[in-house]
């Protein structure tokens, strides 16, 4: 714009453009959303908060029988087919990670933990099935028909169900693939305990294997159990990964200049047809913004890799 300004092209949920300013847009923030105990799904923040505040206010707390909520996490019981959804914030690398469609989360011959669910209306309350473990036969008509590995009563019959991905989860973890270096344990994403040992996760993982309690391992090999995380330790010697100094006193016009300058970055890699792939690194940036009318002073391009970090990884 005249004036200096940086406007974006957005299309709304309808497909309706809009012209906003880009100093007017944030990055969309993340939850996870698990349905009774079944593989974690990525939702928007603003779409769990709606369901924590729903749960807490009429008339949306008539449907519910129990709730537990604390920073930004929240545990609800429904008294419908809904059952127990627990919702935390997503993690950095679920952040990054890549979230397929239904259809193409498992490939047939996958193993996976079935948790299967009914609803009685007569007592309006959701009930788990006992688990078991089967492999992935094929997706068909909006879920998956899952053959279980141990054979049914009469030892010859291997019964297959249609399942719903929310009633899936991958194998769990073994204590085989516990990283043996000292964990740190996060609750809700805050640094509770270090150093506790790979011995006592180890017992942990093989704790909650026996009691069948769902739990996943992450990219980052940490032991995921609601919203705990047994994050390992980097080994000794192995260097920090390098950070920029971000100082505290960016004025806002910074702000806005570095938020426009990484808007131009995505648009022109990750955003490109067809995407290019490109580690913002200072010769990169200045590349990049060489021919652009004012271009961005060296000193803030910390301040852009900073607004980077915080964008979704999706073009």
């Known amino acids: 714009m005249?004036?200096?300004?940086?406007?974006?092209?957005?299309?709304?949920?309808?497909?309706?453009?809009?012209?906003?300013?880009?100093?007017d847009l944030r990055p969309v923030q993340w939850h996870m959303r698990t349905v009774n105990g079944g593989t974690p799904e990525r939702i928007p923040t603003l779409d769990a908060l709606r369901e924590i505040n729903n749960a807490m206010t009429a008339p949306g707390r008539d449907g519910v029988r129990e709730m537990t909520a604390?920073?930004?996490?929240?545990?609800?019981?429904?008294?419908?087919?809904?059952?127990?959804?627990?919702?935390?914030?997503?993690?950095?690398a679920e952040i990054a990670m890549e979230q397929k469609p239904e259809s193409e989360r498992y490939a047939e011959g996958d193993r996976v933990i079935v948790r299967g669910t009914f609803y009685r209306p007569e007592t309006r309350r959701t009930y788990v099935l006992d688990e078991y473990e089967g492999t992935i036969v094929n997706w068909a008509a909006g879920h998956f028909n899952v053959r279980a590995v141990e054979p049914d009563a009469d030892g010859v019959t291997y019964g297959v169900r249609a399942c719903?991905?929310?009633?899936l989860r991958p194998v769990p973890?073994?204590?085989?693939?516990?990283?043996?270096?000292?964990?740190?344990?996060?609750?809700?994403?805050?640094?509770?305990?270090?150093?506790?040992?790979?011995?006592?996760i180890r017992l942990f993982v093989k704790n909650l294997r026996f009691k069948r309690a769902p739990?996943?391992?992450?990219?980052?090999?940490?032991?995921?159990?609601e919203t705990r995380r047994y994050v390992p330790q980097r080994p000794a010697g192995t260097p920090e990964p390098a950070t920029d100094p971000i100082p505290r006193d960016w004025s806002e016009k910074d702000v806005r200049r570095a938020r426009g300058f990484a808007a131009k970055w995505r648009a022109e890699t990750v955003c490109a047809e067809p995407p290019v792939r490109r580690e913002p690194t200072?010769?990169?940036?200045?590349?990049?913004?060489?021919?652009?009318?004012?271009?961005?002073?060296?000193?803030?391009y910390p301040l852009v890799r900073q607004e980077l970090a915080g964008w979704d990884a999706r073009p």
């Open 2 to 23: 005249s004036d200096g300004q940086i406007v974006a092209r957005v299309d709304g949920p309808e497909g309706e453009p809009g012209v906003p300013l880009l100093s």
């Open 282 to 300: 200072d010769e990169a940036l200045a590349e990049c913004f060489a021919h652009t009318v004012r271009p961005l002073d060296a000193e803030l």
């Open 70 to 92: 604390a920073a930004g996490s929240a545990r609800i019981v429904y008294r419908d087919v809904r059952g127990e959804v627990w919702l935390r914030p997503a993690t950095s």
């Open 215 to 225: 739990f996943y391992q992450d990219a980052e090999g940490a032991i995921v159990v």
């Open 164 to 167: 719903a991905v929310s009633e």
């Open 173 to 200: 973890p073994t204590v085989d693939d516990v990283a043996d270096v000292p964990h740190d344990l996060y609750l809700s994403g805050e640094l509770r305990h270090t150093g506790l040992p790979a011995d006592r």
